[in-house]
């Protein structure tokens, strides 16, 4: 699985423009897949196969989450719940360059786990400060995510951006000899 870190910056990158109601909604529809680890690490309930990462979960999230937009009189609710729609789907995609857990991300249509042959992102793996590994794959992941997110940012702060994702991957590199 990719990092919480990676999951909202990618919800960034979706709602970003859109408003803060939108972009804090959008963050958190990239990281609502993950709710099966927070009923594990959270209660010890183990949701096997993951069907929170799946495009069923995603779409049925999203339905409500227009219900709701919807209900409180949003002006733009279908914008906005298509918006969180496609935060969600970064999350499976991301998880998905990851290579490592297969998903059965075409559920309810199949119950097939699919993942990645190719490890392109690396797995940020249980969350625990005094782990290396997990400080240098945040590293890593932050040096490949956030290129793209500043890939439309203004000068100055494009700059200032590659250069911190540049050290943010030979860090984590580094720390892997």
């Known amino acids: 699985m990719s990092s919480f870190v990676a999951h909202a910056l990618a919800g960034y990158g ?3 423009g859109q408003g803060r109601a939108v972009l804090v909604a959008c963050a958190v529809f990239a990281l609502l897949p993950d709710m099966d680890y927070a009923l594990l690490w959270g209660a010890g309930v183990e949701i096997e196969p993951r069907l929170t990462h799946s495009i069923g979960f995603v779409t049925l999230a999203a339905g409500l989450a227009a219900l709701v ?3 409180v009189q949003w002006s733009s609710w279908r ?3 298509v918006l969180c729609w496609l935060a ?3 999350h499976l995609v991301m998880d998905w360059l990851v290579g490592v857990h297969a998903n059965p991300l075409l559920y309810p249509i199949t119950m097939q786990t699919f993942a990645s042959p190719v490890g392109i992102l690396p797995s940020a793996g249980h969350p625990d400060p005094f782990n ?3 400080w240098r794959n945040l590293a ?3 040096g490949i995510v956030l290129p793209l997110l500043l890939w439309r940012s203004k000068g100055a702060i494009r700059l200032a951006g590659i250069a911190i994702c540049t050290v943010s991957l030979a860090a984590g590199l580094s720390l892997t000899r």
Do not use: D
């Open 14 to 16: 979706v709602g970003r």
């Open 88 to 90: 969600g789907l970064s």
């Open 79 to 81: 914008h906005a719940a």
């Open 69 to 71: 937009f919807r209900a």
């Open 132 to 134: 290396p590994y997990f």
């Open 140 to 142: 890593i992941e932050l």
